[in-house]
């Protein structure tokens, strides 16, 4: 028994490095996309929130707000299929970058518990693109895929 246990410690997590890559990236893609769809249903969200980043002096609120939006949804989708995943992470840090200048760095460090909208959500996701865009640029992603799909 004791045996037994050492050996399922040793083991942990039991996932391949292949099908860890492949769910942190169908992860990042999720909050991405889910965040993106969520606005469809807020009435006049894009309004609303393109008049918000007007009084913030971000220039051309209505168009940033719409191409956030698509490259969240479609970049997302490309990082379910493995594609262009670089480039989508670059997108999607750039998206957090500017979430954390325009609206989360003046609300403090914490998300939730001790703080409302702060700035430690968006630095994990920061943290996530580059990663994923590292392990692209290496090859790494490419070759895991060709495993897990052979």
Known sequence: MKQRMKQLCQN???????????IFRVTLAVLF????IRRFFEAN???EFANFLDQRHVPF????????????????SLLIFNQFVKWV????????VGGIIII?????WFVGEWGT??????????A??????????????KNELKRVSA
């Open 128 to 141: 996530m693109c580059l990663l994923l865009a590292v392990l692209d640029r290496d090859q790494l992603g």
């Open 104 to 108: 989360h760095a003046q609300l403090g």
């Open 89 to 96: 992470a670059l997108g999607f840090f750039c998206i957090s």
């Open 33 to 36: 996309m889910a965040h993106a």
């Open 117 to 126: 909208g702060g700035v430690e959500y968006s630095v994990a996701l920061c």
């Open 12 to 22: 942990f997590p039991y996932l391949r490095v292949e099908h860890s890559y492949m």
């Open 61 to 76: 609120g209505f168009a940033v707000v719409c191409t956030a939006t698509l490259i969240e949804i479609v970049g997302g």
């Open 45 to 47: 969200y894009f309004y």
